[in-house]
């Protein structure tokens, strides 16, 4: 059983619940071999705090004496490890050795009697070079191979793998019917020879396409893939679990992982690592070693990085900072890049999993940066939501400098003397217009200028597009003297702009969707600011609390009557997250919502929105934000799902 934690977009950290602990993900499991124990299972994890490893089933399976041992007093005690023990099947050792291998219901049973925590059923490898037909074939095969393995696995958690080879269509077809089996963790299989061959094109398109396909509550297992220089990636990708044999494969021919990639023993002089192997050795003092305590020494190393990797991957979704991370990492290889470049080209994919506001400021490097999820759902949002005061003019500036609305405060003045206007900034995200300032990710958004032509071409692009939209009698970029100049001449009658209201209300739009000002702020509106930094705080209606505005993002937190307003307006399942009976009394009471309690939402909510949680006769409950999105709230069967924030309490029980 699966949990999610904390999450940055498509990236998350999770809790896998297995019978020997908790795993918290994203995680490497180092490939154990029973016969050659480079790094003891316990050492494993007393040391290098590895919590869960995988080991290979068909080779115990062969060997007499492993045999015996395993099923007599379990595998945990055959390795030594007290922490979750996977298995692989022996697919790969099957597919080379052909008729030497087992049949699926013999390592499955297998596997479940040596009380494995996740087991894996035997599926059918797909060679990068396979045609249609024979990935077909396979994942067929494969396809009745899992539901067995469901049908026999016990207490065993089972893995399914997600083959399909380089055909996307065939396994997003397979991630959905794997889906629908009960099935625990899917591996995205045959990727191995991409990794080896640095195809991290593929290798994107493979992950994504299973990714379509699977059910977003369960983890993701990027089967051979245990190099730091992935993890940030695969991460983004929505991958949780990682396994390879490769720290001690790599030791073995004197080789060093590092982040950016991979270094020889031979050309190393100093080390640029500061794991334990490497604060006490150089490389001179390394390659002097005996060779099998230099082979221990660099799998160490491997280990350590992989590590810490790992930590830096998850520190990075709790900042929200993983899309600068995978940035950075891409620019370590050509070919990594390639999978980062192709990424961007389907992060489509990946937006309705990203939140709607993060703890980090929006990094824009360059015109990739465009791709990211946040820039282009602006983009959407602001041409589908915003609706502008109507003013006669449209006045535009240059991007200078933030918050827009202090910084252009004089220029505004100067304009609304001669002209009845209302203003935009052309900025990195596109026009903003100038009310918005505040809300994330306008007002947090760190940009390199001058910006790069692909940026400027779009900003452009979309700067044309809002001219033909605007309804505006007259739209000008501002230029000064110049500009004031011809206002003068063709309007000659000046106008007020309250930003402050025009904020109040095109927050709300932009927030919770078209005509939510209209219900929110129907009657005597108050603006409540703050003392101290004249920020908008409150919103009163009619003397009730409808809405607060939070000072970091510049978003709305939705109070009781608020909810009450949108509730009465907007029919089911607009902004709503339904849960069933069971939960209601909770949801009331103020308690916050699991998932396995979501039995409906909203399609349009994103992680981060705040939603109004119904039963299923669409009484309001309660008030809160979602973690989630909709597919999200009806596939994880554990977790808090919605932080509820007030219960409509006991009075609404009728
Ligand atoms: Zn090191």
Redesign the pocket.
């Known amino acids: 059983m699966f949990e999610l934690v904390d999450r940055d977009c498509t990236g998350r950290i999770g809790i896998l619940h297995t019978a020997h602990g908790k795993v918290r993900t994203p995680v490497l499991l180092p490939v154990v071999n029973p016969h050659k124990l480079t790094i003891a299972p316990e050492e494993l994890h007393d040391t290098f705090g590895f919590e869960a490893l995988i080991t290979n089933s068909y080779i115990i399976s062969k060997d007499a004496f492993l045999r015996e041992r395993a099923l007599e007093d379990g595998i945990h005690s055959l390795l030594g490890f007290p922490g979750t023990v996977m298995t692989d099947s022996g697919t790969f050792q099957a597919h080379v050795y052909g008729k030497e291998g087992t049949t699926n219901s013999e390592i499955v049973a297998f596997q479940r009697d040596m009380g494995v925590d996740i087991g894996t059923a035997l599926d059918v490898f797909t060679e990068p070079w396979d045609g249609p037909d024979t990935a077909r074939e396979a994942m067929e095969e494969t396809l009745s191979r899992v539901e067995e393995a469901a049908s026999i696995k016990g207490n065993m958690a089972i893995a399914g793998t997600v083959q399909g080879g380089m055909f996307p269509r065939l396994r997003e077809e397979m991630a959905v019917r794997l889906g629908g089996m009960n099935v625990d963790v899917h591996p995205v299989g045959g990727v191995v020879p991409l990794l080896e061959n640095y195809r991290f094109r593929d290798l994107v398109r493979a992950v994504l396409a299973a990714k379509r396909g699977l059910p977003p509550g369960r983890p993701v297992h990027l089967f051979g893939a245990g190099h730091p220089m992935v993890f940030a990636l695969g991460t983004l990708l929505g991958c949780d679990l990682y396994d390879s044999s490769s720290y001690a494969k790599y030791a073995a021919d004197g080789r060093?992982m590092y982040v950016d990639g991979t270094r020889h023993l031979e050309d190393i002089g100093e080390?640029p690592?500061?794991?334990?192997?490497?604060?006490e050795h150089d490389g001179p003092s390394l390659r002097d070693l005996p060779d099998a305590e230099r082979e221990r020494a660099i799998a160490?190393?491997n280990l350590?990085?992989c590590q810490d990797e790992l930590r830096t991957v998850r520190e990075a979704i709790r900042e929200g900072t993983l899309w600068d991370l995978v940035d950075r990492r891409s620019r370590a290889h050509p070919h990594l890049f390639e999978g980062y470049r192709e990424l961007c080209a389907q992060a489509g994919q990946l937006e309705p999993y990203e939140s709607t506001s993060k703890p980090s400021p929006l990094m824009y490097t360059d015109h990739l940066s465009m791709r990211r999820p946040i820039v282009m759902r602006y983009a959407r949002r602001v041409y589908s939501r915003y609706r502008s005061p109507e003013k006669r003019v449209m006045v535009g500036f240059e991007e200078g400098g933030r918050p827009y609305g202090r910084h252009y405060a004089e220029a505004m003045g100067r304009v609304l003397e001669v002209a009845n206007a209302q203003f935009l900034v052309k900025s990195v995200l596109g026009p903003v217009p100038i009310e918005l300032d505040e809300m994330y990710p306008v007002a947090q958004t760190v940009e390199a200028a001058p910006w790069d032509s692909e940026t400027v071409k779009r900003v452009n692009h979309m700067m044309e597009h809002c001219s033909h939209n605007l309804r505006n009698a007259l739209a000008v970029m501002y230029d000064g003297e110049e500009t004031l100049d011809m206002l003068r001449m063709m309007e000659g009658k000046g106008g007020s702009f309250d930003i402050m209201m025009a904020r109040a209300r095109a927050t709300a739009d932009m927030q919770f969707g078209p005509g939510a000002t209209d219900v929110l702020m129907e009657g005597a509106v108050e603006l409540v600011t703050s003392k101290r930094t004249g920020k908008l705080r409150n919103v009163m209606v009619d003397g009730e609390h409808v809405l607060s505005m939070r000072a970091h993002d510049g978003m709305y937190t939705l109070k009781l009557p608020g909810a009450r307003r949108l509730h009465a307006a907007w029919e089911s399942p607009r902004l709503r997250v339904v849960v069933n009976e069971d939960a209601a009394p909770f949801a009331r009471e103020g308690r916050s919502q699991f998932a396995q309690f979501v039995v409906e939402a909203d399609p349009e909510l994103r992680p981060g929105d705040e939603v109004l949680i119904v039963d299923e006769d669409d009484s309001l409950l309660a008030v809160g934000r979602t973690h989630m999105n909709r597919r999200e709230l009806l596939s994880f069967g554990k977790g808090v799902a919605v932080k509820v924030r007030e219960g409509t309490g006991k009075e609404e029980d009728n």
């Open positions: 060093l080390s690592c500061g794991c334990p192997v490497c604060r160490s190393h350590w990085a």
